[in-house]
């Protein structure tokens, strides 16, 4: 279908300095947990977007030399000649689809670590680092600052070479030096790089000037910059200091890159902000610079970025996440199938990857960071080897992801749950307060799978394993997939209790799945959190608004512990505070008796009763796999039904995230024809070379 002509602006072309991207579509920096490490994965992932139709792909910030070293996070380098091979295959990558390769330059400053450089730490004044290492960073001399400058210049020079389009100045995130120099907060110099702000941004225009005489003729230099800190006079402030420093530099960068700081507010989950949030601090750059404007808003929706470049927003549609989720979606909108979109649910699952250092993982896109060692693409699958009918029972995102990607291969798919509707545990969590989004998890499948005419879905049909090997029998099913889920685990057993927890019959204990079915909220509610997941936080602003009090108990340190790897801790710890949450953190419950809980203070003697009417225990799942031991505890019988093969994914195998649940369904689908031998690497490796 040809694409709508409302969206046609999306498609005019952009110069950008010395180089023009082809359209409007522009996958900002984002890391990835590649890196440097898995260079040939990371080159390929870029290549898909690139084959998608994105105009220009650029690395995550990319270090510039040993005294900004990162690691053991993966983040791109290029500290010397040695490094360039790497980084040439992503640039290869890009340009083989006519995309232009941008390079994000980063020296991080305090923020570094140097933990394999080992190098000390610089920094704009003597200050801590940011993390909680021991150790301190020196205020560069002047002397220190011409280095500086050079090393961002021969960085560049080293970008353009190996063939970028685009190379950046880095200052935002409260991740770069050049975003420290300029702080109030960090700058406490008093030579011509501190003081006013026109001191301030001293060091920043210097290697902005210096980068584009050295290599402006030839590429686009970008500058990243938060224009808003959100943490008031302590920081940027979009309306003064921001907009100030935007007029002070505002045509010397080829294009302005805007967001927000730090990378928390920059990549908020859907959570706490919607498809476009930062257009309230972003939007008046474009009304200070005659240059190109690029920013970010999660943006899925091809009206909401036409509006932003009629109503003179941005110039460019900036994106990361939305650019994993679907590599496709330019062309998907070129093309007229909107309805093909995967949209970004805004899960940030793909953060904590970055976070936890490892390759990218995606709740929506099963195939990001395994374009290169499985071979997988978000567009293509491999088509069946033979005919042959799989019957799936559990339509929660393992059951969906598999019946689609089986569906797509042309295998003959029958699909059965015991629900009203498909969509498993993803239909109960997407209700729960500012979740909503995770809907799409479901609505996308189905909305493809409703496509293929091989694929059926029966629901409302709880099947035994007497009802499987009949079905199988009738329908002449080759292979079962039992994908049936798990169950919050009613007895406490988790993390900290490897035995039940005490229990008796005056307390209600309740566990997630009561709050789905018929569930009145008590007066006073202790959740008890053994996940340290978003579940607790997202259960308490539910009972909340129904008007109960809620204390929050965890072993954990602090409230939602794992989700500072989705960037959402703080932001959760605030929301909570403001609902009058009760927050006790470092204690173990006890017991749930007699109208009340107790709990006990990690490493003490100290214990505390906490009186409540209601208890909800959230500690680690059960995974449903009754049908699949009675299945498999008959092997006559089911061989005589037909069944060469039944095996369990998802939850129902391992309870884990959406992402892993939609990642197991797809990769069953892939390795259908494969034997499952735990003795073969599943994967291409890539081995560092051993130097001769
Ligand atoms: P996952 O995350 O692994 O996809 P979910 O818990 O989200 O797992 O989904 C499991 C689905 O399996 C649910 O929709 C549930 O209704 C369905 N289910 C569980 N047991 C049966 C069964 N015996 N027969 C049919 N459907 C089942
Ligand atoms: Fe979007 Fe979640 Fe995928 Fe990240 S992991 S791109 S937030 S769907």
Known sequence: MPRNSRYDILFEPVKIGPVTAKNRFYQVPHCNGMGNRYPHAIAASRGVKAEGGWAAIATEECEIHPTSDVSPFMEARLWDKSDMDRLALSVDAIHEYGALAAVELAHCGHQAGNRYSRLPLMGVSDMMTGSYDPVQAYAVSKRDISALRKMHVDAAIRARDIGFDIIYCYAGHDLSLAHHFISRRHNRRTDEYGGSLENRVRFLREILEATVEA???????????????????????????????????????????????????????????????????????????????????????????????????????????????????????????????????????????????QPLRCTQNPTTAEEYRRGWHPERI?????????????????????????????????????????????????????????????????????????????????????????????????????????????????????????????????????????????????????????????????????????????????????????????????????????????????????ESVQVNRLNSDHKLQIACDQCILITSRQAQHQLFFDLDAMPDRTAAAGLTHITRIGDCLAPSTIAAAVYEGHRYAQEYEQENDLHRIPFKRENIELAP
């Open 215 to 357: 290599v402006g003729d030839q590429c686009a230099v970008a500058l990243r910059f938060a224009v808003d800190e959100l943490i008031g006079e302590e920081g940027t402030v979009a309306a003064e200091e921001g907009k100030d420093i935007v007029e002070m530099l505002a045509d010397i960068p080829d294009l302005w890159d805007v967001n927000v700081s730090d990378w928390s507010n920059d990549s908020l989950t859907a959570r706490f902000g919607e498809e476009g949030a930062q257009e309230k601090y972003t939007a008046f750059v474009k009304r200070v610079t005659s240059k190109p404007v690029v920013g970010v808003g999660r943006f899925t929706s091809p009206d909401t970025m036409v509006s932003q470049i009629k109503r003179g927003i941005l110039d460019l549609i900036g994106a990361a996440r939305p650019s994993i989720a679907d590599p496709f979606l330019p062309k998907k909108i070129e093309e007229g199938r909107l309805e093909d979109i995967r949209e970004c649910i805004g899960c940030n699952i793909c953060a904590s990857s970055d976070m936890v250092i």
């Open 382 to 594: 491999a088509v069946k080897h033979k005919d042959e009918h799989v019957m799936i029972v559990g339509a929660g995102p393992a059951g969906l992801e598999a019946a689609l990607s089986l569906g797509r291969r042309g295998y003959q798919v029958t699909v059965a749950d015991a629900g009203k509707q498909a969509g498993g545990r993803v239909l109960n969590e997407s209700k729960l307060p500012g979740l909503s989004t995770w809907r799409r998890v479901v609505d996308y499948r189905l909305g493809q799978i409703e496509k293929l005419a091989n694929v059926d879905i029966h629901l409302e049909s709880a099947l035994d394993a007497e009802q499987v090997l009949e079905f199988s029998k009738m329908l002449g099913i080759d292979r079962l997939v039992i994908a049936t889920g798990a169950r919050w685990r009613r007895d406490g057993i988790g993390r900290t209790h490897f035995k039940p927890v005490l229990q008796d019959s005056d307390m209600r204990t309740l566990t997630p799945d009561d709050l789905f079915e018929n569930y009145s909220p008590g007066e006073r509610v202790v959740i008890y959190d053994d996940d340290y997941y978003y579940l607790a936080s997202v259960v308490a602003e539910k009972l909340c608004a129904a008007g109960a009090h809620v204390t929050i108990v965890t072993p954990a340190p602090e409230v939602a512990a794992w989700t500072k790897n989705t960037l959402e801790q703080r932001h959760i710890e605030t929301r909570l505070f403001d609902l009058g949450v009760t927050i006790i953190t470092k204690h173990v419950i006890e017991n749930a008796c007699a």
